[in-house]
């Protein structure tokens, strides 16, 4: 085996960024993935003997107000003009997300105008000054009906636990457009890449050796002796043999079923907020490419459950011993010589695509050519 000067683990957005960087600078690479395939949960595909592109774990929308950021992806892939909205169901009625003019009007049968809104919400709020849960929170920010109707089945759904046994923190704010604009993203940029994720990746690793199936942690001491610099993206309490607990992670379960219909639910992503309807949302892929002409009798669906599991980390559940646990992590990441760590797993972050694309670019400029972390990389949520 070769002497490499970057041995990347994982083939998701920050790992495939960081190859893509190295490469391009004349450094040589080899980038190891323990999946079958490469991407990362970016993986998209067309679904068995359809055109529909299915993102395997779930549906992902691009989306970043950073140019450098839209440039650099577009040297990748060329984007269709999607636009994300989100609409839930209600007592079998359906609503714009997040809550806005419409939704207010709608729900209680109303027709306020813009600035009538702020009143209208205040005189629902309950004066509840010093919130002591996620219920009281929400309930302070925009009423109790509001809070019965979309927000309190729904977040049991996702946290599996009742709303006045989470923090208030858990939401500094719950916004509501006093508009009836329904755009889910507010970012410059925004839509999905015309041949799907999957494409993206296998350009950005063209002339690099990837090795897929392949799990770095079977025999790290290996790859270690051949490497200049390791940059693991994978989970950090596995990398340190979970020496100070496991990490909490919310996992999703996805169940896809292929229907004999030209278009189930006229939308891509169809949120439920009762908790009678046991999964959170509804999925249907074709819509997220109208530029495409799809077979008129087919259509490909996703119910999507909330579920508690380490083995498949999908977001954070961030409590306060997860939080202490990271600090003894990234602790032990700092006496770990010739490792870089990076990306949702290795930071126990939610990172959107663009802003793990963003911290990629900043620490392979920084590792390649010592120049300071000046990319753009926009705040986690943003
Ligand atoms: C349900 C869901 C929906 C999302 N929707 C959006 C969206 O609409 N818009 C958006 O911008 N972002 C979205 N995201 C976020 C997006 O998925 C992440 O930003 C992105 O995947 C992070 O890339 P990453 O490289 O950090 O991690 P990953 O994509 O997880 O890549 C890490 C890779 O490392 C590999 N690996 C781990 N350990 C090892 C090992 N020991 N050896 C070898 N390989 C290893 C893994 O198999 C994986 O392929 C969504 C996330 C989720 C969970």
């Not at 609503?95 to 049968?109: D, H, K």
């Not at 004066?127 to 979309?150: C, H, T, V």
């Not at 083995?311 to 990441?333: C, H, T």
Request: glycine residues 8%; proline residues 4%; charged residues 25%.
């Amino acid at each position: 085996m070769r002497q490499y000067d970057f041995i990347v683990v994982g083939s998701g957005l920050f790992g495939s960024v960081f190859a893509q960087q190295a490469h391009e600078n004349g450094k040589s690479v080899l980038v190891l993935e323990q999946r079958k395939h490469i991407g990362g949960n970016c993986y998209s595909e067309d679904f068995e003997d359809t055109n529909i592109n299915v993102h395997r774990y779930g549906t992902h929308i691009f989306h970043t107000n950073s140019e450098e950021i839209w440039r650099y992806t577009n040297r990748f892939t060329t984007f269709n003009r999607y636009q994300h909205r989100v609409l839930t169901t209600h007592k079998n009625r359906v609503y714009a997300m997040p809550i806005n003019l419409g939704t207010i009007n709608q729900f209680y049968g109303l027709n306020l105008k813009p600035f009538e809104v702020e009143d209208f919400i205040a005189s629902k709020r309950e004066g509840i000054s010093s919130p002591r849960n996620l219920e009281e929170k929400a309930i302070s920010l925009i009423g109790r009906d509001l809070y019965e109707a979309f927000i309190k089945g729904y977040t049991i759904k996702q946290w599996d636990c009742d709303p006045r046994d989470l923090p208030a923190a858990i939401i500094t704010r719950l916004p509501v457009r006093t508009s009836y604009h329904d755009s889910y993203y507010n970012d410059r940029f925004q839509g999905i890449p015309s041949g799907g994720y999957t494409p993206i990746f296998e350009r950005m690793l063209e002339g690099i050796p990837v090795e897929t199936g392949v799990d770095f942690l079977e025999d790290p001491g290996y790859w270690h002796r051949h490497a200049g610099l390791v940059v693991y993206t994978g989970p950090i309490d596995r990398y340190f043999g979970y020496a100070e607990g496991r990490l909490g992670w919310r996992s999703v379960k996805l169940e896809y079923q292929r229907l004999d219909l030209e278009d189930y639910q006229g939308t891509s992503v169809m949120n439920y907020a009762d908790l009678d309807v046991p999964f959170t949302r509804i999925h249907e892929f074709k819509h997220l490419h109208l530029e495409k002409p799809h077979t008129p009798d087919t259509t490909v669906i996703v119910h999507e459950y909330a579920c508690i599991d380490n083995e498949r980390p999908y977001y954070p559940v961030n409590s306060e011993e997860d939080r202490k646990r990271l600090k003894a992590y990234q602790e032990l990441q700092r006496r770990e010589g010739r490792v870089l760590f990076g990306g949702r797993l290795a930071e126990y972050k939610y990172y959107d695509m663009h802003q793990v694309i963003g911290a990629a670019l900043q620490k392979a400029r920084k590792v390649l050519r010592g120049k300071p972390e000046a990319a753009t990389v926009e705040s986690a949520g943003g």
